[in-house]
T-cell receptor, first 115, second 112 residues
């Protein structure tokens, strides 16, 4: 059963610390999304990649957030330094884009708490 | 700018009753539309999608949605809800280059 895998599922960290969230997309998918979900803002698209290249990261605070795909099986989202307002659930999703928008398959999310 | 609006924040229906969740989109071209469901503590699961063709699309768990271009709507329906349908429901639009943006969600509660 193919699925998107995110680690860790939960993370509690102190303000100022670096946080790294990892995502393994579904094998064969060429598009990877990072979303942030909060009660106030709902689901926000932070960044997404096609064939490992960033297509749009305009939703991401550039001064502290970075997203990369070191290889086709791993996507990372880093926050440095973390702040309490970064507390949220971060979702990774992947899809197969073939000439038209793809549906996104979501992971279980990483619940981040910054204290 | 492209956007998705779900006007109902929270809806409560009785078990066995019919359901309709509203979704309106703002997009200049032919949209690609999705409905997702999220159970507490879980990720989002695709219920159904519309890319082209028949404007009434069937999905999983007995859900269906109808695309109405004239109303810029893609409402989700189910003829008879079950207690297990209680969840958060998200409408989304797929844009060029595969960008997907979501509405704010509608929380569905089921009255026994």
């Amino acid at each position: 059963d193919a699925r998107v895998t995110q680690t860790p599922r939960h993370k509690v960290t102190e303000m100022g610390q670096e946080v790294t969230m990892r995502c393994q997309p579904i094998l064969g998918h060429n598009t990877v999304f990072w979303y942030r979900q909060t009660m106030m803002q709902g689901l926000e698209l932070l960044a997404y990649f096609r064939n490992r290249a960033p297509l749009d990261d305009s939703g991401m605070p550039k001064d502290r957030f970075s997203a990369e795909m070191p290889d086709a099986t791993l996507a990372t989202l880093k926050i440095q330094p973390s702040e309490p307002r970064d507390s949220a659930v971060y979702f990774c999703a992947s899809g197969l884009t073939q000439g038209r928008p793809t549906e996104a398959f979501f992971g279980q999310g990483t619940r981040l708490t910054v204290v | 700018a492209q956007s998705v609006t779900q006007p109902d924040i929270h809806i409560t229906v009785s078990e066995g009753a019919s359901l309709e969740l509203r979704c309106n989109y703002s997009y200049g071209a032919t949209p690609y539309l999705f409905w997702y469901v999220q159970s507490p503590g879980q990720g989002l699961q695709l219920l159904l999608k519309y890319f082209s063709g028949d404007t009434l699309v069937q999905g999983i768990k007995g859900f269906e949605a109808e695309f109405k271009r004239s109303q810029s709507s893609f409402n989700l329906r189910k003829p008879s809800v079950h207690w297990s349908d209680a969840a958060e429901y998200f409408c989304a639009v797929g844009l060029p280059a595969s960008k997907i943006i979501f509405g704010s969600g509608t929380r569905l509660s089921i009255r026994p």
